[in-house]
């Protein structure tokens, strides 16, 4: 895995834009899988300010996100979907038709199923990710097999509290208990992954994912596994780190 460190936040999120950007300038018709949470926010906006300046053309490019809350549908401000549209989508030349979200409502395994499909069909060029304190990746938490595919999730208490604390003004009993994730094996599949962590709450789940086993203790340690992957962190995720990198 190639390890960047940056120095922080701020420069991370430019370099983790620009390896999209130019992924998307050499592929018009590039496939990404997208991640909501507060991490890639910082990363979209520097997509956004490039698309504005610079033109970085959207229109055949296609993206499959990670997740989505069971139960909320795109009208609720909550809903990834709703995320994606406020924070990359509604401001690049993107064709809504070629966005997907997985669907939180109605007949769950249908959903799934026609997501594994579409992801069948639509090998993702490069996922974006990011990683939970407890070293979920998407909505797989600790013990999720690695052959998993597009499933329902039961939150983990911790993921429960963290998303409370990030989006729902603390109030937990707001945060939906079940998510529709992409699987482990979805993940694997794409050709590249980029993954960023900040802060010192990431700081354990990162020194887990880059330096522990390969363990469904700690999902994202599967991507030692993967043949492309580049982790972005700032100093406070990188602080527990043992090697150089
Ligand atoms: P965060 O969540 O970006 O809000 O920290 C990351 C994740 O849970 O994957």
Redesign the pocket.
């Known amino acids: 895995m190639k390890v960047i460190v940056a120095e922080n936040r701020e420069i991370a999120s430019q370099e983790g834009a620009k390896i999209i950007i130019d992924q998307v300038k050499n592929n018009p018709e590039t496939i990404l899988g997208l ?1 909501t ?4 926010i910082d990363l979209y906006n520097n997509m956004v300010k490039d698309h504005k300046e610079n033109g970085t053309d959207y229109s055949k490019v296609k993206s499959y996100n990670l997740d989505e809350y069971v139960g909320l549908d795109g009208t609720h401000p909550q809903s990834y979907y709703c995320f994606m549209f406020e924070h990359l989508f509604n401001h690049i030349n993107i064709n809504p038709e070629n966005v997907h979200v997985p669907v939180g409502k109605g007949d769950l395994q249908a959903a799934c199923n026609a997501y594994n499909d579409a992801l069948k069909q639509n090998q993702v060029d490069i996922q974006l ?4 304190s407890n070293g ?2 998407g909505f797989n938490e600790p013990g999720t097999p690695a052959d998993s595919v597009t499933h329902v999730v039961d939150l983990k208490e911790s ?1 429960i509290k ?2 409370a604390r ?1 989006f729902f003004n603390g109030d937990e009993d707001a945060v939906p208990k079940q998510a529709v994730s992409m699987g482990i094996a979805n993940i694997m599949n794409a050709k590249k992954v980029l993954l960023l962590a900040f802060g010192e709450g ?1 700081a354990k789940a990162v020194k887990g994912m880059l330096e522990g086993e390969v363990t469904p203790e700690l999902p994202a340690s599967i991507l030692q596994n993967h043949p492309d992957v580049t982790v972005i962190v700032d100093k406070a995720a990188a602080s527990l780190l043992e090697k150089q990198y």
């Open positions: 991640a949470g507060t991490t890639p990710l990011g990683i939970g979920h990746i993921t963290d998303n990030l990431k």
